[in-house]
């Protein structure tokens, strides 16, 4: 009879420790997580209640002693119903973990959400794990940028893409957009943190989104290519940086630079939508963050790189996050905006890099 206490006693002890554990890894997750917590939680709770306890055995023993006999059986209904809450709860937790959260910036007039029906049919998503969070500053966006305006672009991306970065470290994250490239860039200063390692790109010419491809298949593509200019200033303190991916930037766009070297980075055919595999999307970025890095070997006296590119959001996000982690080794980035219809093309820029944090996002007038 000792021996069949003693074993109980064991039983719940190990019970209450695996409460503990499990409670506690559990809550190390997202707030969406509670309800698979409780789940748990009771179920181990009524595992715990099948056995008998303190009090059951005490009367058990003094009863012994009378020659009474106390139902001390196991309750068999409880442990079962206990197991099956633990399951459903860690399915639920997992089935949980598999949410999609995705970042969409809307900059500009032509807005295309990833919740849509049509969006998450063509990107084989399943809809209701797919958790967006838009970055909209349509209505405030204005090609003739002010301090005011600019602020409040700035510290909309800071705070939401800092929010996004918390709030789905423990998900799959996701980002899209169609918002001007250096606000593209700065959120993903601000991303660097976290795990975006999907990414949605629109094709107009179909009109829909397409995944870039994460596959070890082997695909060719064009390389990047840089072209210095015939005869460098190497006393130079600023340098032009024209990035043509998507269009060719154009000499006579860049008239405002007048008088500075201009460096480019150049795909042979620059194209829409000619990004598609993860490798190459790694490769690009990492070649232009390279790129502008050696800059001071050929321009030893450098301070600033006024940035003008023609890319897709991807490249523009993953350059972002790639200056954040090494700002303290690149010279002050100021990325520009083109705007066709206006005098010069780049009217405006905003601070990318800069040793003095206090400066990203800053407007620089073009």
């Known amino acids: 009879m000792i021996k069949y206490y003693v074993a109980v006693i064991g039983i719940i002890i190990v019970l209450c420790v695996s409460v503990v554990i499990i ?3 559990l809550m190390k997750a997202n707030s969406a997580t509670d309800l698979s917590v409780s789940m748990v939680t009771a179920g181990i709770s009524l595992v715990c209640s099948a056995f008998p306890g303190t009090k059951e055995m005490v009367l058990s023993i003094i009863g012994s002693q009378f020659n009474m006999e106390l139902s001390t059986g196991v309750d068999y209904v409880a442990i079962v119903c206990g197991a099956l809450l633990i399951v459903v709860g860690i399915y639920y937790r997992q089935n949980i973990k598999d949410r ?11 807005q295309h959400e990833i919740s849509d029906t049509k969006n998450v049919s063509d990107l084989k998503l ?5 958790k967006e969070v838009i970055v909209d500053f349509v209505d405030i966006f204005d090609i003739k940028m002010t301090e005011k305006i600019n602020d409040i672009i700035v510290r909309k991306i800071e705070k939401q893409c800092t929010a996004f ?10 980002f899209t957009g169609m918002a001007p490239i250096p606000y593209t860039i700065l959120a993903g200063t601000y991303l660097g943190s976290g795990n975006v390692r999907r990414y949605f790109e629109y094709k107009r010419a179909e009109n829909k989104f397409y995944e870039l491809k994460t596959g070890k298949k082997r695909k060719t593509y064009d390389a990047l290519d840089t072209q210095y200019p015939s005869a460098l200033d190497n006393n130079a303190t600023d340098v032009v940086v024209a990035l043509s991916i998507t269009r060719k930037v154009n000499s006579g766009d860049l008239i405002q630079f007048a008088g500075m070297d201009v460096v480019r980075i150049d795909l042979p055919n620059p194209d829409d939508n000619i990004i598609t595999t993860m490798k190459q999307l790694d490769k690009y970025a990492m070649y232009v963050l390279n790129q502008i890095e050696d800059l001071k070997q050929k321009y030893p006296y450098l301070q600033k790189v006024h940035f003008v590119a023609s890319i897709p959001s991807c490249v523009s996000l993953e350059l972002g996050k790639l200056f954040a982690h090494n700002n303290n080794r690149l010279p ?5 905006h083109y705007v066709h219809t206006e005098t010069p093309k780049y009217s405006f820029g905003i601070v990318i890099t800069d040793k003095t944090s206090s400066n990203r996002g800053k407007l620089v007038k073009g």
Do not use: H, P, T, W
């Not at 399943?126 to 797919?130: A, G, H, L, N, R």
């Open 23 to 25: 409670r506690r890894y």
């Open 100 to 110: 999609i959260f995705v970042l969409n910036m809307l900059g500009l007039f032509a």
């Open 126 to 130: 399943e809809d209701f794990k797919v």
């Open 165 to 174: 970065v918390n709030r789905s470290k423990d998900f799959k994250s996701c």
């Open 332 to 336: 002050q980035i100021i990325s520009y």
